[in-house]
């Protein structure tokens, strides 16, 4: 059975940290391009950052670019979201997805073309 499991979310201020994880199990992830999307309450499922097998090509959203940072650690089947300099708007249910596809395309930030999906972490950042 194949599962990701999220962790780490939780209640920070602004300007904060916070550390996702993301637990894969029940298939080899190494290959596949593992991703992190968000959902705030009444909008929809937003691309937020995606790392290919090897972890050596990263993708972010514009929103995000330079205050997240995602790894994965290959040994471990864990993927990681490293959230720095957090601001109000990063509230949101935070989901890690996976699909077994190679390389960054025009497709990478597309919710419908993952395969797999964690059930959600809660982050919520207060002003």
């Known amino acids: 059975q194949v599962q990701l499991v999220e962790s780490g979310g939780g209640l920070v201020q602004a300007g904060g940290s916070l550390r996702l994880s993301c637990a894969a199990s029940g298939r080899t992830f190494s290959s596949d391009t593992m991703a992190w999307f968000r959902q705030a309450p009444g909008k929809e499922r937003e691309f937020v950052a995606a790392i290919t097998g090897s972890g050596s090509i990263t993708y972010y959203a514009d929103s995000v670019k330079g205050r997240f940072t995602i790894s994965r650690d290959n040994a471990k089947n864990t993927v990681y979201l490293q959230m720095n300099s957090l601001k109000p708007e990063d509230t949101a249910v935070y989901y890690c997805?996976?699909?077994?596809?190679?390389?960054?395309?025009?497709?990478?930030?597309?919710?419908?073309?993952?395969?797999?999906w964690g059930q959600g972490t809660q982050v919520t950042v207060s002003s």
């Open positions: 997805a996976a699909k077994a596809a190679r390389g960054i395309t025009t497709a990478t930030s597309l919710p419908r073309t993952y395969n797999y």
